[in-house]
């Protein structure tokens, strides 16, 4: 009695068992998995990301050429993209905001100052997953006809253009008034031949016994 009872409580517990809706469930998970392993091997290819990233935004723009149309559709993206740049060139911490709110580490500003690698406020594989995204996106929408709003796009690329240019222009006086720049070239590395041989050159300058 008390095992049939068991068993039917089981059966209670998971109702969806061998039902649709959970076959679906199983079946979007496992893709949802071997997704995130296709990019997570991806990852250490940076060159291959972004040419593939350039080969999907060539699609698209030979897409908008033939058909003369979905300007609105081409200044969102465009719009979003200006949007992702900024992330990607700002810190992760506001210096700004975190001098007024803290007395913590900032960014160096001497060059005697403790070396502090870059950290970005988008990472550059989300900046590069968020693009990619969005052009295909983008793509999708121009088989829609309701996207397709009639437009004079001088107007719409003019409006980018200084959209852009505020904008980086904005960016650069923030990276001169704070003094970091948001890219590897140029900074210190450290690694070990080297520190073995600085280490080996003030051996040798140490007087003998």
């Known amino acids: 009695?008390?095992?049939?009872?068991?068993?039917?409580?089981?059966?209670?517990?998971?109702?969806?068992?061998?039902?649709?809706?959970?076959?679906?469930?199983?079946?979007?998970?496992?893709?949802?998995?071997?997704?995130?392993?296709?990019?997570?091997?991806?990852?250490?290819?940076?060159?291959?990301?972004?040419?593939?990233?350039?080969?999907?935004?060539?699609?698209?723009?030979?897409?908008?050429?033939?058909?003369?149309?979905?300007?609105?559709?081409?200044?969102?993206?465009?719009?979003?993209?200006?949007?992702?740049?900024?992330?990607?060139?700002?810190?992760?911490?506001?210096p700004e905001i975190h001098d007024l709110s803290s007395d913590g580490p900032s960014l160096p500003t001497r060059g005697s100052d403790e070396f502090r690698p870059f950290v970005r406020r988008l990472p550059e594989f989300k900046f590069w997953y968020s693009i990619a995204k969005a052009f295909c996106i983008a793509f999708v929408m121009t088989f829609f006809s309701a996207f397709?709003?009639?437009?004079?796009?001088?107007?719409?690329?003019?409006?980018?253009?200084?959209?852009?240019?505020?904008?980086?222009?904005?960016?650069?006086?923030?990276?001169i008034k704070y003094k970091y720049v948001p890219f590897s070239f140029g900074k210190q590395r450290y690694d070990g031949k080297k520190a073995s041989s600085s280490s080996t050159e003030t051996a040798g300058l140490l007087p003998r016994d």
């Open 1 to 94: 009695m008390d095992a049939g009872a068991a068993g039917v409580g089981l059966a209670a517990d998971d109702p969806f068992k061998g039902s649709p809706f959970a076959a679906i469930s199983d079946w979007s998970y496992g893709v949802s998995r071997r997704y995130q392993h296709v990019l997570d091997r991806t990852t250490p290819h940076v060159l291959y990301r972004w040419l593939a990233c350039l080969g999907v935004a060539l699609v698209y723009v030979i897409r908008v050429y033939l058909v003369q149309g979905f300007y609105v559709v081409s200044y969102g993206l465009g719009i979003y993209i200006l949007n992702l740049l900024i992330g990607f060139l700002s810190p992760q911490v506001d």
């Open 148 to 175: 397709d709003v009639p437009v004079f796009w001088p107007i719409l690329l003019f409006y980018w253009v200084v959209l852009f240019v505020l904008t980086m222009r904005r960016q650069i006086v923030h990276m």
